[in-house]
């Protein structure tokens, strides 16, 4: 039964197809198809972008000039961040006793002559006593020598008694000198030893204070704890340079120099660059890594370098043919193309997209192999923007 019907429908729609074409009196005209939609435009295909002048205000869409640039040769070497040596200031303890007080905090700014610490020293109490004893001593030798010199004059001392008070008067002159010297070395200052009249005036507290300004890096001591003349307490780095210091292997020693420019970039903020230059390359090579520090200084005015810090320095030598560089942030991704955006002549607002080659990366600029030439205007801001405008558009949105 199942065959007999399709037999019959196959039947139907072979007659149905032999009969004449020509309009018959019951013969209805078909309707027209529709017509197919327009497909949305691939990925494959450059986009235009149109934006009323409002909307590329608020895209923040900005321009730049592709620019002939001279080739030159790079070589990037890992590198951490340390302070510079030579600006690090280490503060020691001048009289030795017990810490009463640390203010300074690791990393605390401190200016210079702050107070970093308090130390409780019978040995500064001491050397005050010792001072004053011998001040006492000199000024009495003082008088006797007056006196003599009165009685030397009158005749009634001779020559020797006013020789021998006089080299007494001297010997203690120079003793008060001597422990008027070590106040100042044991941390008193002028006025301090200046105004030191009497016993009631001796102080027993040392203030450690920074000698320099800058940040303290180290600190080796807290409240309580016993320590000697001599002892570090601090370290205080002037960071606002710093050293970066790499590994150079030994075939890149050639191409790299003291003096040699260098760019210094951050993997957490890859847009910022500091520049600096080699100041130092080992003459000594590791045996077991065949490598040699090579160290750059670096200005570090925003403090964005940290102590520690893993960076990237890319050392420029030598210069060869010109090629054309645009901003890297000029530079989107659609598929598997390269494009950037650039804007149609004459057209305020509306934005061509352009398929480029990229060669290599320098820094925030990327060299254009082809589809660019010095000149050409390309949009080095708000190109995101374009791109998910122009996704739209191929999308039918």
């Known amino acids: 039964m199942y065959g007999a019907a399709a037999g019959v429908v196959w039947s139907e729609r072979r007659a149905s197809s032999s ?30 972008i149109t934006l009323a002048p409002d909307a590329v205000a608020r895209a923040g869409i900005k321009t730049a000039t592709a620019e002939s640039e001279r080739a030159v040769q790079s070589l990037t070497v890992p590198a951490t961040v340390a302070s510079n040596a030579y600006r690090d200031t280490r503060v020691n303890a001048l009289v030795g006793g017990v810490v009463t007080r640390v203010s300074a905090e690791l990393g605390t700014p401190v200016q210079h002559g702050v107070s970093l610490a308090v130390i409780f020293s019978n040995e500064l109490a001491e050397a005050q006593m010792k001072y004053l004893s011998m001040r006492a001593m000199f000024e009495a030798d003082h008088q006797k020598r007056e006196r003599t010199e009165k009685l030397a004059a009158l005749g009634a001392a001779s020559r020797q008694e006013l020789e021998e008070v006089t080299a007494v008067h001297v010997g203690h002159e120079t003793e008060v000198a001597a422990a008027r010297q070590r106040l100042l070395l044991l941390g008193l200052s002028s006025d301090q030893v200046a105004r030191l009249t009497d016993a009631s005036q001796a102080v027993s507290e040392m203030v450690v204070r920074a000698p320099v300004a800058g940040v303290v890096i180290t600190r080796s001591i807290n409240p309580g704890q016993v320590v000697g003349a001599g002892q570090d307490l601090f370290v205080v780095a002037d960071l606002s340079t710093v050293w970066v210091i790499g590994d150079l292997y030994e075939k890149d020693f050639g191409s790299v120099r003291v003096g040699s420019p ?43 370098l940290r102590l520690g810090m893993y960076v990237n320095v890319i050392f420029e030598s030598g210069a060869g043919e010109r090629r054309t560089m645009i901003p890297r942030s000029a530079v989107q991704f659609v598929g598997d193309r390269t494009v950037v955006y650039v804007p149609v002549e004459d057209n305020e607002g509306q934005f061509a997209e352009r398929p480029v080659m990229l060669g290599q990366t320098i820094g925030d600029r990327v060299e254009v192999l082809d589809g660019m030439k010095p000149g050409d205007p390309v949009v080095s801001e708000g190109s995101f923007f374009l791109r998910a405008e122009a996704t739209r558009t191929r999308s039918g949105g």
Not at 29 to 36: E, I, Q
């Open 19 to 48: 009969r004449p074409q020509g309009p018959g009196p019951t013969t209805h005209a078909a309707a027209p198809s529709p017509a197919p939609a327009t497909p949305p435009a691939s990925e494959s295909e450059p986009a235009e």
């Open 262 to 304: 260098a760019t210094v970039t951050i993997p957490a903020a890859p847009r910022e660059l500091l520049r600096g230059r080699v100041a130092y390359i080992d003459p000594r090579v590791d045996p077991a890594t065949r490598t040699a520090k090579v160290r750059v200084e670096v200005p570090n005015r925003t403090g964005g």
